[in-house]
C-alpha cells in the first residue's frame, strides 16, 4: 500500500480527497494545524472508509518539525499539498500572513521532496490564476494573469516554483486548477463547515436557508451575463477529490507528459448565482430570503472551465450535477445544525 501525505486533509477538499484516497487503497497520513479544521473530521473520515488515517498536527510553517516529521515517515511515496490560508478577503487585509502560510509551507515541502527522494506532488492551485478569461470556457493554454488578490498571486507564484523545482530535480508535479468547489459527502459525515460569516456563495445560501443569516446578498445584476449575475463552474467536491486520485496514479505511474502538468478540474458548465439560487430552491424546496446588492470588489464576470484536457489525459470527468451538489450541501448544513 502505498503512504501518501495529505497536508490540509481534515480540511473541506482534503477531508474528502483522504477518503477517495483510501477507497482507492491508499494509506493515508495527514498533517494539518487545525487552524481552520476540527479533529472531529478524523471521526467523520474514519466512520466513512473505515479506516483511521495516520494524523500528526503540524505547522508546516515550522522547517525544523517538517523535518521531524519526514524523518518518522520514511515511506511516503506522494504528497497532496492542500494546506494553505484561502481567504481572498483576508488576504488583502493581511498580505504577509498569506505569503508566509502558502508559500514557506510549500517551499518547506519541496526541499523535503528532494533531500528524501519523495517525487510524485500534487498541488492544489485555482481558476483564479487565469484572472478575467479573455474567452469561455477557459483552457490551460489562456496565460495567466496578474492576480486581483495576495491570496491568488500565492497561487501563481506557487506554481511558478514547483515548475522552477521539477526543471532541476526528480519532482514530478501536477497543480489542479480547482473551479468552484461545493457539496458534501453523500454520508453527511464530512462536509464544508467555514469559520464565522462564509464568504463563499453556497455556504451563505445554505445558512441563510437554516436560519443562521438573516439574508443572502447577491453581488449584482448588471454584469454582462444573461440574467446579469456572475456565473461560476460549480462542482461537487467529491468529484474534484476523484481527481486527485487519477492525477496521483497519473504520477505513480510516470504517464505524465512533463514533469510539472497542471489541468482544470470543473464541470466545463458555468451557472449564474440567480440560476444556483433558484436550483437551489428547486431541489431543497427551501424558500430563500434574498437582495440584490452592489457587485463585489474584485469578482470576475464569468469563469467555467473546458475540461478536454482533465477528460483526455487524466480519464477523469466530473460525474455530479449542480442540484445533486446542492441537495448534499443542504444535507450536511441540516446535519450540522441538527434541523
Ligand atoms: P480548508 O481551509 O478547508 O483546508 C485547509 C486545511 O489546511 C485546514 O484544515 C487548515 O487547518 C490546514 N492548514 C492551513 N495552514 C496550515 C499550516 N501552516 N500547517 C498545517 N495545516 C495548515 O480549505 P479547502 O477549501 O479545503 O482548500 C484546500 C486547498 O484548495 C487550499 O490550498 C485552497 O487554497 C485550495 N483551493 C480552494 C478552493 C475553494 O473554493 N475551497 C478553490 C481553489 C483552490
Ligand atoms: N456571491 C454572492 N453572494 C455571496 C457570496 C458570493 O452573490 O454571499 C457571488 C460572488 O459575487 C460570485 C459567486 O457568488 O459571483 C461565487 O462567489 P464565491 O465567493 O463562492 O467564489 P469565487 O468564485 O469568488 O471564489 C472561489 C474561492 C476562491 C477560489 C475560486 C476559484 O473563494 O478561493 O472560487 O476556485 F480561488
Same mark, same amino acid.
Given at each position: 500500500?502505498?503512504?501518501?501525505?495529505?497536508?490540509?486533509?481534515?480540511?473541506?477538499?482534503? /477531508?474528502?480527497?483522504?477518503?477517495?484516497?483510501?477507497?482507492?487503497?491508499?494509506?493515508?497520513?495527514?498533517?494539518?494545524?487545525?487552524?481552520?479544521?476540527?479533529?472531529?473530521?478524523?471521526?467523520?473520515?474514519?466512520?466513512?472508509?473505515?479506516?483511521?488515517?495516520?494524523?500528526?498536527?503540524?505547522?508546516?510553517?515550522?522547517?525544523?518539525?517538517?523535518?521531524?516529521?519526514?524523518?518518522?515517515?520514511?515511506?511516503?511515496?506522494?504528497?497532496? %499539498?492542500?494546506?494553505?490560508?484561502?481567504?481572498?478577503?483576508?488576504?488583502?487585509?493581511? +498580505?504577509?500572513?498569506?505569503? &508566509?502560510?502558502?508559500? =514557506?509551507?510549500?517551499?518547506?515541502?519541496?526541499?523535503?521532496? =528532494?533531500?528524501?527522494?519523495?517525487?510524485?506532488?500534487?498541488?492544489?492551485?485555482?481558476?483564479?490564476?487565469?484572472?478575467?478569461? @479573455?474567452?469561455?470556457?477557459?483552457?490551460?493554454?489562456? +496565460?495567466? !494573469?496578474?492576480?486581483?488578490?495576495?491570496?491568488?498571486?500565492?497561487?501563481?507564484? /506557487? &506554481?511558478?516554483?514547483?515548475?522552477?523545482?521539477?526543471?532541476?530535480?526528480?519532482?514530478?508535479?501536477?497543480?489542479?486548477?480547482?473551479?468552484?468547489?461545493?457539496?458534501?459527502?453523500?454520508?453527511?459525515?464530512? *462536509?464544508?463547515?467555514?469559520?464565522?460569516?462564509?464568504?463563499?456563495?453556497?455556504?451563505?445560501?445554505?445558512?441563510?436557508?437554516? *436560519?443562521?443569516?438573516?439574508?443572502?446578498?447577491?453581488?449584482?445584476?448588471?454584469?454582462?451575463? +444573461?440574467?446579469?449575475?456572475?456565473?461560476?463552474?460549480?462542482? %461537487?467536491?467529491? @468529484?474534484?477529490?476523484?481527481?486527485?486520485?487519477?492525477?496521483?496514479?497519473?504520477?505513480?505511474?510516470?504517464?505524465?507528459?512533463?514533469?510539472?502538468?497542471?489541468?482544470?478540474?470543473?464541470?466545463?458548465?458555468?451557472?449564474?448565482?440567480? &440560476?444556483? #439560487?433558484?436550483?437551489?430552491?428547486?431541489?431543497?424546496?427551501?424558500?430563500?430570503?434574498?437582495?440584490?446588492? @452592489?457587485?463585489?470588489?474584485?469578482? #470576475?464576470?464569468?469563469?467555467?472551465?473546458?475540461? !478536454?484536457?482533465?477528460?483526455?489525459?487524466?480519464?477523469?470527468?466530473?460525474?455530479? /450535477?449542480?442540484?445533486?451538489?446542492?441537495?448534499?450541501?443542504?444535507?450536511?448544513? !441540516? !446535519?450540522?445544525?441538527?434541523?
Amino acid at each position: 500500500m502505498s503512504k501518501i501525505l495529505v497536508t490540509g486533509g481534515l480540511g473541506y477538499i482534503g /477531508s474528502h480527497t483522504v477518503v477517495e484516497l483510501q477507497n482507492a487503497g491508499f494509506e493515508v497520513v495527514i498533517i494539518d494545524n487545525l487552524s481552520n479544521s476540527s479533529m472531529e473530521v478524523i471521526d467523520g473520515i474514519t466512520t466513512i472508509s473505515k479506516q483511521k488515517p495516520l494524523f500528526e498536527k503540524l505547522d508546516l510553517r515550522n522547517k525544523i518539525e517538517v523535518s521531524t516529521f519526514f524523518q518518522k515517515y520514511q515511506d511516503i511515496e506522494g504528497i497532496i %499539498h492542500f494546506a494553505a490560508s484561502k481567504a481572498v478577503g483576508e488576504s488583502v487585509d493581511n +498580505p504577509l500572513l498569506y505569503y &508566509e502560510n502558502n508559500l =514557506n509551507t510549500l517551499i518547506y515541502l519541496l526541499q523535503e521532496c =528532494n533531500k528524501n527522494e519523495i517525487n510524485n506532488f500534487i498541488f492544489s492551485s485555482s481558476c483564479t490564476v487565469y484572472g478575467e478569461p @479573455d474567452s469561455l470556457p477557459i483552457n490551460e493554454t489562456a +496565460p495567466v !494573469k496578474k492576480a486581483t488578490s495576495p491570496y491568488g498571486n500565492t497561487k501563481q507564484i /506557487s &506554481e511558478e516554483i514547483i515548475f522552477d523545482t521539477c526543471s532541476v530535480s526528480n519532482l514530478k508535479s501536477i497543480a489542479l486548477r480547482y473551479f468552484n468547489p461545493i457539496g458534501a459527502h453523500e454520508s453527511t459525515e464530512i *462536509g464544508e463547515l467555514p469559520l464565522g460569516v462564509p464568504q463563499n456563495l453556497v455556504p451563505f445560501i445554505t445558512q441563510t436557508a437554516a *436560519g443562521l443569516r438573516e439574508q443572502l446578498s447577491i453581488f449584482g445584476n448588471d454584469y454582462p451575463t +444573461p440574467d446579469g449575475s456572475c456565473v461560476r463552474d460549480y462542482i %461537487h467536491v467529491v @468529484d474534484l477529490a476523484k481527481a486527485h486520485v487519477v492525477a496521483l496514479q497519473r504520477l505513480l505511474g510516470n504517464k505524465g507528459v512533463t514533469n510539472f502538468e497542471f489541468f482544470n478540474i470543473g464541470t466545463g458548465t458555468g451557472s449564474s448565482v440567480l &440560476e444556483v #439560487v433558484n436550483s437551489f430552491e428547486k431541489v431543497t424546496q427551501q424558500k430563500l430570503n434574498y437582495k440584490i446588492v @452592489d457587485r463585489r470588489a474584485g469578482d #470576475v464576470i464569468s469563469v467555467y472551465a473546458d475540461t !478536454k484536457k482533465a477528460n483526455e489525459e487524466l480519464g477523469w470527468k466530473s460525474e455530479k /450535477s449542480i442540484e445533486e451538489s446542492l441537495l448534499s450541501s443542504w444535507n450536511w448544513e !441540516k !446535519k450540522v445544525r441538527g434541523l
